[in-house]
């Protein structure tokens, strides 16, 4: 079994994720592919070879969440997963 974080819940509340990278103690951590404003060209990062060092696979996708924690009334937790095409056709 192999665990790798993306998020960190502190009671209620979803931490940032310059305050996760803080608290994680040497937990493993899942790559950061991009930093920075969302745009539409950001969900072709799902394709691709993973990232993982030594990794020999494709990747399953990626998740897609703002620095700054946030809630949207629609869909509640601002925090989506891409699902990478070539996984999907598997």
Same mark, same amino acid.
């Given at each position: ?13 979803? #931490? ?11 937990? &493993?951590?899942?790559?950061? #592919? ?7 060209? %950001?969900?072709? #990062?799902?394709?691709? &070879? ?11 996708? %990626?998740? %897609?969440? &703002?620095? %700054?924690?946030?809630?949207? &009334? ?5 925090? #989506? ?10």
């Amino acid at each position: 079994v192999f665990f790798a974080g993306f998020a960190m819940l502190r009671g209620n509340t979803w #931490l940032d994720y310059d305050e996760c990278q803080v608290l994680r103690d040497g937990l &493993p951590w899942v790559p950061l #592919l991009w930093r920075g404003h969302m745009h539409r060209g %950001i969900v072709a #990062l799902a394709d691709g &070879p993973s990232t993982w060092r030594d990794a020999h696979h494709i990747r399953e996708g %990626i998740v %897609i969440q &703002p620095a %700054i924690e946030r809630v949207c &009334p629609e869909i509640g937790r601002v925090c #989506l997963k891409c699902v990478s095409n070539e996984y999907l056709a598997k």
